[in-house]
């Protein structure tokens, strides 16, 4: 049966939050902040924290320097994903993906729905892998960041989750999924 096997051992990750916007500041980043409580909450560690503007290169460098960086294990970004001009982070970030995770999308669009309805089809949520690393991007609204983290992530980055979660997908820890 899939869940969590409290008789297992949890395994942090450390985990980058990226936050897309141009009118985002640190005391006015509602989503970021609320992505970087749900990850302590659940026993994680926030790696790196940082706020870039709707910028296809200014996200994509800020994307590469945390895949390169040895103690970042997996990025979370919020922002962009929408229709309006400036909204370009898949157009930023599915470019640097050698696999995408279309399962994310979908379950990510299954958990909106619950709360926003139709609403949901406004987002382009997405994942993938930029070499060895995750990257999953949500919304920029905390409503979607909640939905996201508390629906979706927060299982599949638990060690303990079983069959087996994505944390056994982590180069670090990829003897958790033998």
């Given amino acids: 049966m899939a869940g ?3 008789s297992l051992t949890f ?5 980058a939050v990226l ?4 009118s985002r500041t640190e005391e006015t ?11 302590g909450t659940a026993g994680h560690e926030l790696a790196r924290k940082a706020i870039v503007t709707d910028d296809v290169e200014a996200i994509r460098t800020q ?9 970042v294990d997996l990025i979370i970004a919020t922002g962009g994903t929408g229709f309006s001009p400036r909204d370009v982070t898949p157009e930023a970030v599915k470019p640097l993906f050698r696999r995408e995770m279309d399962g ?3 379950l ?8 926003v309805g139709f609403s949901t089809l406004q987002s382009r949520a997405f994942a993938g892998q930029v070499d060895d690393t995750f990257v999953f991007c949500l919304p920029g609204s ?8 508390d629906l979706v992530l927060v299982h599949e980055l638990d060690s303990r989750y079983r069959p087996c979660s994505l944390a056994g997908q982590i180069p670090r820890l990829r003897h958790l999924c033998a």
């Avoid at 936050?19 to 141009?22: A, C, E, K, P």
């Avoid at 994307?63 to 103690?71: K, L, Q």
Wanted: aromatic residues 12%.
């Fill in 108 to 115: 990510f669009h299954q958990a909106s729905f619950g709360t």
């Fill in 29 to 39: 980043d509602k989503s970021g902040n609320l992505l970087a409580e749900r990850l």
């Fill in 142 to 149: 905390t409503g979607a960041c909640r939905d996201g983290w």
């Fill in 4 to 6: 969590v096997d409290e």
């Fill in 63 to 71: 994307v590469r320097a945390w895949v390169e960086d040895e103690s």
């Fill in 19 to 22: 936050t897309i916007s141009d």
């Fill in 104 to 106: 994310f999308s979908v």
């Fill in 11 to 15: 395994y942090p990750l450390r985990i």
